[in-house]
Structures are given as C-alpha cells and as structure tokens.
C-alpha cells in the first residue's frame, strides 16, 4: 500500500466530492442561493448579478445569480460520473474486440486499422460537434435520458478504436512470450489462455488505461461544453440578459457546461468561468498523478522482477562456485 499513496489520497478526494455532490439535495438550496438584485432599505436597487466573491457568496454568482459555488458541487456528480463510465466502456469494449481481434481474428486487424485511420487526421472535437450537434445543437422535446444516452454512445465510440487497437496490441506482445506459446504447444484453449495467463496483465493494463481515458473524456467534454455541447443538452431558461439570440445554458449544471456558458462573460465576470476552469484543473491534476503513480508501480513491478532474477542467478553461480573450490588440487612433490 505505500506504493499508493497518491492513488489512495486522490481517490479518497475524488469520492469524497462525488459524495458531497450526490447528497446535495439534503443540505443544499435547491434554487443555488439566486439572487439577482439588491435592494437598500428604501427599496433602491444597488446591485445586479453577477455578484463578485464575497463572504455571502464565496465563489461569486453567474449572470443568473446562481451561487457559483453551489453550482460547482451539484454538478460535480454529473461530471465524474459520465468520465468515469465512458472510460468504463470504452476499456471493457474496445479491451474485449481487442482480444478478440489478435486472437480470433487477426485477419481483421488490418481491415479494422484502415477503416478507422481516418480518426488519427480528424480531430476528436470536430468529430463529436458534427454527431452531437443533431440532438444537442438546440433546444428540442427529446427527453433528458435520450440525449445522454446518445452523447454516452457518441463519447464511447469515438474512443473505442484507439483502446482496441491498444488491446489488440498488447496482446499480441503477450502471446509471444514463452509460457503462453508453452500453453499452446501443450493444447491449451484460447479461452484458457486469456483466464490463466492474460487476464493478469490485462487486468493491470486495463486499470491503468481506464485512468488514461478518465482524462480523454474530461478533455472533450470540456471542449465540447465550450462548443455548446452540455451534457444533458440546452435549458430553455438560458441566462439572464439580453443576448439575441437567446444565450443556452446547461441543464445538468456539469462542469464544462458551466464552462461553456460562462465562457463570454470572461470579461463581465471572470469568476464565473474560472470557478469551474480550476475545479476541472484539479481533478485532472489529481487523475494524472495516479496515472503517473501507476505507470511507475506498473514498470516498477518488471524490474523488481528482473532484478530478483539476477540477484537469484548470482547467488546461483556464487553457490556453484563456492562447490568447486571445496577442494583443491596440488601437484604432489
């Protein structure tokens, strides 16, 4: 476990906050704190959202006069959730083609590889506005559940030829090694193959990769939310003022719709985009440092086993050498 102090520490933050999140209903203003004007005692107006931080509204308020602090802990369920399953996805899918691919059908890769080549010169981004924009480019009656589970597909598939091209891979470097090609030669299955000797490894790699895609898709989804892609689709509401035409808003308040409908009010009110540009900021950089934890843990175990093996070979050859000095031959005078 001292191996993982990281992992465990950033893990331990990230569940926390999804928590505090999920139980926002039970402590949590539902209508986010609003407050749009503010009045003196005569009844005058002397002050119009956004509010700047202050010790009422510590984060500061949007245009709407939403509490940008409450805003960030309701929709923090919504971002680490959908990041988390479609890195699941993506890992369990494109992992199982990818085994299926190297060993049942390794005439198929190539065929595979050249209808997805297309993906390395088209930008990811481009390619998920120009999905997307059907069903989330505007106001429309398709219900909430429809449009996520669309953009989950959409999200899923565009990385879902990467991993399995990554599986595949890797499994092809496992099955070059001795003991595997040992199984074969001694009549084991393909299925017996991947539960006793793959499995372990893909099972390290497929932890290690799901991180890997935790951070791909909070990146997207982020650009996306700065095209006016939200996750979960438009409000109707829009945001308060006077925009023509009317200015969208996220439904589901997730982090990079935040971002993305904040993001013209830049000058107006820098608060509002830069609460949730570094709550994004941390929980990458809190995700990355268990990946690179991981990464060096994962090349760590190789090593420790070589060196073992050396260590173990020395000793070896000192014991066979003490052996052949026990006795000493002299020429006889």
Do not use: C
Request: no cysteine; hydrophobic share 45%; aromatic share 14%.
């Amino acid at each position: 476990m001292r191996n993982y102090k990281k992992t465990i520490i950033g893990s331990t933050l990230l569940l926390l906050l999804l928590l505090l999140s999920i139980l926002y209903p039970y402590y949590g203003p539902k209508d986010f704190n609003h407050q749009v004007l503010v009045k003196d005692d005569q009844g005058a107006i002397i002050g119009r959202a956004p509010f700047p931080p202050s010790e009422n509204h510590l984060l500061g308020t949007n245009r709407n006069g939403e509490d940008m602090h409450w805003l960030l802990l309701y929709g923090a369920k919504f971002t680490l959730i959908t990041a988390f399953g479609i890195a699941v996805l993506r890992v369990f899918l494109g992992g199982l083609f990818g085994i299926f691919l190297s060993l049942w059908a390794p005439f198929l890769k190539s065929y595979f590889k050249d209808f997805f080549i297309t993906f390395r010169y088209i930008p990811s981004i481009l390619l998920g506005i120009m999905l997307m924009f059907p069903i989330v480019g505007g106001f429309s009656d398709v219900p909430i559940s429809t449009i996520v589970t669309y953009q989950i597909i959409i999200l899923v598939f565009i990385g879902f030829p990467s991993v399995t091209l990554f599986a595949s891979d890797v499994t092809d470097e496992l099955v070059k090694t001795s003991f595997v090609q040992s199984s074969y030669l001694m009549g084991a299955s393909k299925l017996h193959i991947v539960r006793k000797h793959l499995r372990p490894y893909i099972g390290s790699y497929g932890i290690l990769f799901t991180v890997q895609q935790i951070i791909s898709t909070l990146h997207i989804t982020m650009q996306l939310g700065l095209f006016g892609m939200f996750l979960g689709g438009r409000n109707r509401a829009g945001i308060f003022g006077y925009d023509d035409p009317e200015k969208p808003a996220s439904l589901s308040n997730e982090w990079a719709g935040l971002i993305g409908q904040n993001f013209s009010d830049f000058m107006l009110a820098p608060w509002a985009i830069l609460s949730p540009v570094i709550g994004y900021f941390l929980v990458i950089v809190i995700i990355n440092l268990i990946k690179k934890e991981l990464e060096e843990n994962l090349n760590g175990f190789q090593v420790v086993k070589k060196k073992q093996k050396q260590r173990r070979g020395a000793r070896t050859e000192a014991r066979s050498t003490a052996r052949r000095g026990l006795f000493e031959f002299v020429q006889k005078l």
